[in-house]
């Protein structure tokens, strides 16, 4: 029985990680502005403001990485995140150095 809960278990987790780990295919509609391509893009993971969820989990903002490693992680993805490929580098561009502002 507890064998079964655990195998339950990690096919879940399975299922959520590599359910994320593919592209979002959020697009940004004219005339949204720098904050709520965030909050409707990045927000769901990152918390408001890039500030995590649960107090520090996946807390982004004021991140040490860079402004082109933000950008790749947008338009390529990470391990787990999702690549956004409607998001153009100039907004891309835009959210990191709004991140790195926060
Ligand atoms: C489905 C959840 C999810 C969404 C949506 C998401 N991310 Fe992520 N993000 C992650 C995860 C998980 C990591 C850490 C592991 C990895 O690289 O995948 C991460 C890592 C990052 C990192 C690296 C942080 C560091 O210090 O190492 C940055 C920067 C980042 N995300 C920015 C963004 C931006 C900007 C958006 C919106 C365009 C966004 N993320 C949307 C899940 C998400």
Same mark, same amino acid.
Request: charge should be negative; aromatic fraction near 4%; hydrophobic fraction near 40%.
């Given at each position: 029985?507890?064998?079964?809960?655990?195998?339950? #278990?990690?096919?879940l987790?399975v !299922?959520?990680?590599? +359910?994320?780990? @593919?592209?979002? =295919?959020?697009?940004?509609?004219?005339?949204?502005?720098?904050?709520?391509?965030?909050?409707n893009?990045?927000?769901?993971?990152?918390?408001?403001?890039?500030? #995590?969820?649960?107090?520090i989990? !996946?807390?982004?903002? +004021?991140?040490? @990485?860079?402004? =082109?490693?933000?950008?790749?992680?947008?338009?390529?993805?990470?391990?787990?995140?999702?690549?956004?490929?409607?998001?153009?580098?100039?907004?891309?561009?835009?959210?990191?150095?709004?991140?790195?502002?926060?």
């Amino acid at each position: 029985m507890i064998r079964m809960t655990k195998l339950a #278990g990690i096919s879940l987790l399975v !299922l959520l990680l590599t +359910g994320c780990s @593919e592209v979002n =295919d959020f697009k940004p509609v004219a005339g949204m502005d720098v904050m709520d391509i965030y909050a409707n893009a990045c927000s769901g993971c990152h918390g408001e403001g890039g500030n #995590g969820k649960f107090g520090i989990l !996946l807390k982004i903002a +004021g991140t040490d @990485e860079s402004m =082109d490693e933000i950008v790749d992680k947008v338009l390529n993805g990470g391990h787990i995140m999702p690549a956004f490929p409607n998001i153009d580098e100039k907004q891309a561009k835009n959210i990191a150095a709004y991140l790195k502002s926060e």
